[in-house]
């Protein structure tokens, strides 16, 4: 059974920093790219980071490249997202997405979701 699971989240001000974790079970885990999306109240899902499977590649969006930054650990079955320099607006539930061999930006492309973990920033 697939099962991804999100830690990390909470409350934070503007300017702080959080590192989220997602842990992976019932997957070969370095077969999988693995990426972060977020979802605000009323917003689409955003992409938001992704990792190759050995993590050769990344990728993250103008809107957080320079503050965030994902990492994993095959070994652990983990990825990361650090966050720092947080705003208001990266206020949303974060979510992390597993799809076999290469990353994409769009959310329908993956195969497993995590459930999501709340991350608040205050101004």
């Known amino acids: 059974q697939v099962q991804l699971v999100e830690s990390g989240g909470g409350l934070v001000q503007a300017g702080g920093s959080l590192r989220l974790s997602c842990a992976a079970s019932?997957?070969?885990?370095?077969?999988?790219?693995m990426a972060w999306f977020r979802q605000a109240p009323g917003k689409e899902r955003e992409f938001v980071g992704a990792?190759?499977?050995?993590?050769?590649?990344?990728y993250l969006p103008d809107s957080v490249k320079g503050r965030f930054t994902i990492t994993r650990d095959n070994a652990k079955n983990t990825v990361y997202l650090q966050m720092n320099s947080l705003k208001p607006e990266d206020t949303a539930v974060y979510y992390c997405a597993a799809r076999s061999f290469s990353w994409r930006t769009a959310a329908n492309d993956y195969d497993y979701w995590g459930q999501g973990t709340q991350v608040t920033v205050s101004s």
């Open positions: 990792i190759s499977r050995s993590a050769v590649t990344s």
């Open positions: 019932g997957i070969t885990f370095s077969s999988y790219a």
